[in-house]
Nanobody, 117 residues
Framework: QVQLAESGGGLAQPGESLTLSCAAS?????????????ISWYRQAPGSARELVAR???????DFADSVKGRFTISRDQTKNTAYLQMHNRTTEDTAVYFC??????WGQGTQLIVSS
């Protein structure tokens, strides 16, 4: 099974920009996984269910939750088996643990983002 590792979270102030990364590993099975199957970003705020934030399909088309539309972008670097979630104009409501997921992969540990002034 392909392993995913998220990184890039931390403590940030409202309005700042930040990019989260998702790296796939697992040998040959991880090669091109984001191109073949797409990648989704989820987040889970304290006391809340995990929700879909953004996704990029194998075709390259993207989809975003209404709460982040216009503020977040999603991309993938197929040569590095890495995907990104670019976050702009963050608010305290973006505080959550962020996870990435691609079909056939195992959930990673997530990366925590705390947005606070």
């Amino acid at each position: 099974q392909v392993q995913l590792a998220e990184s890039g979270g931390g403590l940030a102030q409202p309005g700042e920009s930040l990019t989260l990364s998702c790296a796939a590993s697992g040998g040959r099975r991880s090669e091109g996984i984001f191109r073949l199957y797409g990648i989704s970003w989820y987040r889970q705020a304290p006391g809340s269910a995990r929700e879909l934030v953004a996704r990029i399909l194998s075709s390259g088309s993207t989809d975003f939750a209404d709460s982040v539309k216009g503020r977040f972008t999603i991309s993938r670097d197929q040569t590095k088996n890495t995907a990104y979630l670019q976050m702009h104009n963050r608010t305290t409501e973006d505080t959550a643990v962020y996870f990435c997921m691609s079909p056939g992969s195992a959930w990673g540990q997530g990366t925590q983002l705390i947005v606070s002034s």
